[in-house]
């Protein structure tokens, strides 16, 4: 990306974080930059495309912290599930835009995808189904944590270590 692309994508992301996914249009993109809206479209051909750009970043920090996760507690799910949980919570408008459309995947960077999911594939010793199964799992109790539908008295910790048990049976 262009060092303009650059400005464009971190002013938008800022604005995601800040009043989430409805407040990002390309004239409130506009208006936070001082720019004209038609502007944007010489770095970014329309909205889809910075969502896609701030979908590829969710996807690096994730593969980011994982990785780390993975280098402290190497085979840990626990440790794993720690780490996405704690993103995630930490950039739950992002983690929402990324998560709840289907995945562009045409317009992500190659091996993208693949570099995010690998330290969970290996946690799992190569188990697709199982490494699909504990992301399901994690990515819904983040979703409905981040949607507070759970009560306000539930033991959040002990149902992820409930969880993990139960799919590393």
């Given at each position: ?46 909205k ?38 704690a ?11 990324a ?55 539930a033991?959040?910790?002990?149902a ?6 139960a799919?590393?049976?």
């Open positions: 990306m262009t060092p303009r692309a650059q400005e464009i994508a971190a002013a938008a992301r800022a604005l995601l974080e800040e009043s989430g996914p409805a407040a990002l249009t390309m004239r409130t993109l506009a208006d936070r930059l001082g720019i004209k809206a038609p502007s944007l479209y010489k770095h970014f051909p329309d889809h495309a910075v969502e896609v750009e701030l979908t590829a970043q969710l996807l690096a920090e994730t593969a980011e912290v994982l990785e780390a996760a993975e280098a402290r507690a190497p085979g840990s799910p626990e440790a794993l599930a720690e780490a996405y949980r993103y995630a919570l930490a950039h739950p408008h992002l983690y929402c835009l998560t709840e459309r289907p995945l562009p995947r045409a317009g992500l960077p190659a091996g993208l995808e693949d570099r995010a999911a690998l330290p969970l594939l290996r946690t799992c010793a190569g188990d697709l189904d199982l490494a699909r199964a504990v992301w399901a799992f994690a990515h819904g109790m983040v979703i409905l944590e981040i949607h507070g539908r759970f009560p306000a008295d033991d959040l910790d002990a992820w270590k409930r969880g993990l048990k799919l590393h049976a």
